[in-house]
């Protein structure tokens, strides 16, 4: 195959979502019917063959908790149809396999909101003949009948690693917008070469995602303004997609209900920077109106 909440004061927290999130099943703790619960896998059922599994539940030496995910490279061989080579594949997202046209897609992903800056995890490989394994990571949100891609990030290893190694992989964010998609996407070996890698192994457990110096939580209530933090930076930003111009009454709260700081901006389809670098930190309320209008409000925690 072709490698292939709560009041606080009188401030009501919109809360949706827990901060810091994370991706699920991410330590591989849980399977179901021998793939990893929200999790899609390269493994096949064939006739004749049954099952062949590329992916599977590997209880001997996991990174953290009772398991990790382990992605072998196996070669099979179907009666009248031919041999083929079968990568380990994880991903968050739909996975399409044709074996007999030799193709593979990968589509969609799981709902996230979240702007972390890394994902992070650890990782034992095997590779055999000069393989290498790649692993990584996107997110998207759609935007009328197309998705836009929010940011990504990639990386490949080619060493063989006998113990659990620590791994990040930064993200490149290229729009200033939360998304509301997420897809990870994990391949043991290099489909392209035509080289057999039959028995290249890759160990996966205990994947996380790191976060900056400031955290929002809760999804935005407004389809007309996003608020989220600038990465490893004490900055807010207000993205907006206004008819009209609004002028933005902006103030943060402390959890005792006093104003720590305001703003007033007048936005249409804007972006501004809103500066908390002299702040505590802690966590915090965020409350935007727009004359008598409530358009958000949130929890922000400042980390560091």
Same mark, same amino acid.
């Given at each position: 195959?072709?490698?292939?909440?709560?009041?606080?004061?009188?401030?009501?927290?919109?809360?949706?979502?827990?901060?810091?999130?994370?991706? $699920?099943?991410?330590?591989?703790?849980?399977?179901?019917?021998?793939?990893?619960?929200?999790?899609?896998?390269?493994?096949?059922?064939?006739?004749?063959?049954?099952?062949?599994?590329?992916?599977?539940?590997?209880?001997?030496?996991?990174?953290?908790?009772?398991?990790?995910?382990?992605?072998?490279?196996?070669?099979?061989?179907?009666?009248?149809?031919?041999?083929?080579?079968?990568?380990?594949?994880?991903?968050?997202?739909?996975?399409?396999?044709?074996?007999?046209?030799?193709?593979?897609?990968?589509?969609?992903?799981?709902?996230?909101?979240?702007?972390?800056?890394?994902?992070?995890?650890?990782?034992?490989?095997?590779?055999?003949?000069?393989?290498?394994?790649?692993?990584?990571?996107?997110?998207?949100?759609?935007?009328?009948?197309?998705?836009?891609?929010?940011?990504?990030?990639?990386?490949?290893?080619?060493?063989?690693?006998?113990?659990?190694?620590?791994?990040?992989?930064?993200?490149?964010?290229?729009?200033?917008?939360? $998304?509301?998609?997420?897809?990870?996407?994990?391949?043991?070996?290099?489909?392209?070469?035509?080289?057999?890698?039959?028995?290249?192994?890759?160990?996966?457990?205990?994947?996380?995602?790191?976060?900056?110096?400031?955290?929002?939580?809760?999804?935005?209530?407004?389809?007309?303004?996003?608020?989220?933090?600038?990465?490893?930076?004490?900055?807010?930003?207000?993205?907006?997609?206004?008819?009209?111009?609004?002028?933005?009454?902006?103030?943060?709260?402390?959890?005792?209900?006093?104003?720590?700081?305001?703003?007033?901006?007048?936005?249409?389809?804007?972006?501004?920077?809103?500066?908390?670098?002299?702040?505590?930190?802690?966590?915090?309320?965020?409350?935007?109106?727009?004359?008598?209008?409530?358009?958000?409000?949130?929890?922000?925690?400042?980390?560091?």
């Amino acid at each position: 195959m072709k490698k292939v909440f709560t009041n606080i004061s009188f401030i009501f927290i919109i809360s949706i979502q827990v901060f810091a999130q994370q991706a $699920p099943n991410s330590s591989f703790e849980t399977w179901t019917s021998g793939e990893p619960d929200h999790w899609k896998t390269s493994n096949q059922n064939i006739p004749i063959l049954g099952s062949i599994i590329m992916v599977a539940k590997d209880l001997t030496d996991p990174e953290q908790g009772s398991a990790s995910a382990k992605l072998t490279v196996v070669t099979k061989t179907i009666p009248f149809v031919g041999t083929y080579t079968i990568p380990g594949v994880l991903t968050l997202g739909k996975l399409n396999i044709d074996i007999a046209a030799q193709t593979a897609s990968v589509t969609g992903g799981t709902p996230f909101t979240g702007r972390p800056v890394k994902l992070s995890g650890y990782l034992k490989y095997s590779p055999v003949k000069n393989d290498f394994c790649v692993m990584g990571w996107g997110l998207t949100k759609w935007n009328n009948s197309t998705r836009d891609t929010i940011g990504y990030g990639a990386i490949n290893v080619s060493a063989t690693i006998n113990s659990w190694t620590y791994f990040e992989i930064p993200i490149n964010y290229l729009l200033p917008e939360a $998304p509301d998609t997420l897809n990870i996407l994990i391949l043991n070996s290099n489909p392209l070469d035509k080289v057999d890698h039959t028995g290249t192994a890759l160990w996966i457990d205990n994947l996380s995602f790191v976060y900056g110096t400031v955290g929002i939580e809760g999804v935005t209530s407004s389809k007309e303004l996003n608020i989220y933090a600038e990465p490893n930076a004490r900055q807010l930003v207000l993205s907006s997609s206004f008819a009209k111009q609004e002028i933005l009454d902006i103030s943060l709260f402390n959890m005792s209900g006093i104003e720590s700081r305001k703003w007033k901006h007048t936005m249409q389809q804007s972006t501004e920077h809103l500066d908390i670098s002299n702040l505590t930190p802690g966590t915090y309320v965020i409350r935007i109106s727009s004359g008598n209008r409530l358009i958000d409000t949130r929890k922000i925690t400042i980390l560091n």
